[in-house]
Structures are given as C-alpha cells and as structure tokens.
C-alpha cells in the first residue's frame, strides 16, 4: 500500500468519525437559536410553504426523475443510487444553506423537522416501488433519525428553554466546533474518495455522476421557480 493511499484512508476514517460529531452541532445549533413556540408558530404561519416543500421534496422531484431514469440506459445500481438520493428528502444541510442565507433560522429548522417526518413517513412504500425486494421499516428509520436529529433538536430546544445563560456562554464555541467540522466533513470526504471517483469513471459511471450532479442543478432550478415570488 502506497503512502498516499493508506493517507487518503486515514483522511476518510477522520472524516467518518467526525460525521456524526457534524451532523449534532448543525442541528443542536439551530436548535439553541430557537424555541419549541417559534418553531410552531413559524410551521403555522407558512402552512402554504410547508405543504409545497413537502409536495415538491417528497414527491414531485423523485418521482420526475424517477421517469427520467426509467427510459436511459443506465447500470441499474447507479439507477438506484440517484434514485435513492432523491428519494431521501430532509438533512442538517438545510440548515446551513438557511445560515449562508442569513435568514431565520426557524424556517430553516421547522423545515427540517417537517421533512424528516415526512421522509419517515413516506420513503418505507417509495423503496418498495423502486426497489424491488429492498425493503425498509419505518422502525429502522426513527432509530436513524432518533440519533442524528431528533435527539441533538431536543436537546437543544430544551437547553435553550430552560438554560438560557449556559447557552449564550456556550453558542460561540460551539458555532466554531460546527465549523471545523463541517470543513472536516466536506473536504476529507472529497479528497479520501478521489480514488474511487476515478475507478467509477474508468468503469462507464461518468455518465451517471454528471447526471445525478445535473439533477441536483435541476432540483434547485424547480425550488426556485416555485418559491420565486417568495
């Protein structure tokens, strides 16, 4: 094993260490700035733009490129792969690009709540119908979510309720901790799968990889047009 090989290694196990790390400040954070009541109020308040988000996440994207998938010719496991990633609505990303925004965060983490539970919801029968024979509880996705976003959101609603002095002490910190690992995250996941970049790509899977990147282009293109008066 080559020196940069077992580097490129020791980069991606960092940067899957430090994933779940990532994931809890993101949401914790976002969680500090706000309460149980805003959180509420802001869901009530945008019931329009709650019901197109999910309308549009959950069902009018997937099932677009679902269609799209099912006439080109493609291997069946990067068909799967892009459909999968469609399918999945809902992550702490959407918080940071509500940050980058500089807008209210309580959209943002509304948002990810009400997407999550929809995906919780709805994902078990979508995986049936595009996967045949694959099957996933709803179980086994409350226990994923339970980890990675429901419980760091409790915890922070709760400290920001009832420990509002330790968390104006603490938030600073803990905005420069999301910080380092986010960059950890983003940038150790790229550089550690280079390699495997380059094997998919001498394998036939360019095609794949420029069209799933076009979707996500696609994808902001349709939230955008729908959400342009906004």
Wanted: aromatic share 14%.
């Amino acid at each position: 094993m080559s020196l940069l090989t077992t580097i490129l290694i020791l980069i991606g196990k960092i940067a899957n260490l430090t994933m779940p790390i990532f994931i809890f400040l993101m949401v914790f954070n976002a969680a500090l700035i706000e309460t149980p009541q805003s959180l509420l109020f802001t869901a009530k308040q945008n019931w329009k733009y709650v019901v197109r988000m999910i309308i549009v996440n959950n069902c009018f994207i997937p099932a677009l490129f679902w269609l799209i998938l099912s006439v080109l010719p493609m291997n069946p496991s990067y068909k799967l792969g892009i459909l999968l990633y469609f399918f999945t609505a809902g992550g702490p990303f959407v918080l940071s690009l509500i940050d980058s925004s500089h807008l209210k965060t309580s959209l943002g983490t509304s948002g990810l709540i009400i997407l999550l539970m929809a995906t919780m919801l709805l994902f078990p029968f979508q995986l049936t119908f595009i996967a045949k024979g694959a099957s996933i509880t709803l179980q086994q996705i409350f226990i994923v979510l339970l980890k990675t976003a429901i419980i760091p959101l409790i915890a922070g609603l709760l400290m920001k309720q009832f420990l509002s002095f330790l968390t104006s002490t603490l938030f600073p910190f803990l905005k420069i901790a999301q910080k380092w690992t986010t960059n950890i995250v983003i940038y150790g996941m790229m550089f550690a799968y280079l390699p495997t970049i380059f094997e998919m790509v001498t394998n036939g899977a360019l095609f794949a990889l420029l069209l799933g990147s076009t979707f996500i282009g696609i994808s902001f293109f349709i939230g955008y047009l729908f959400e342009i008066k906004n």
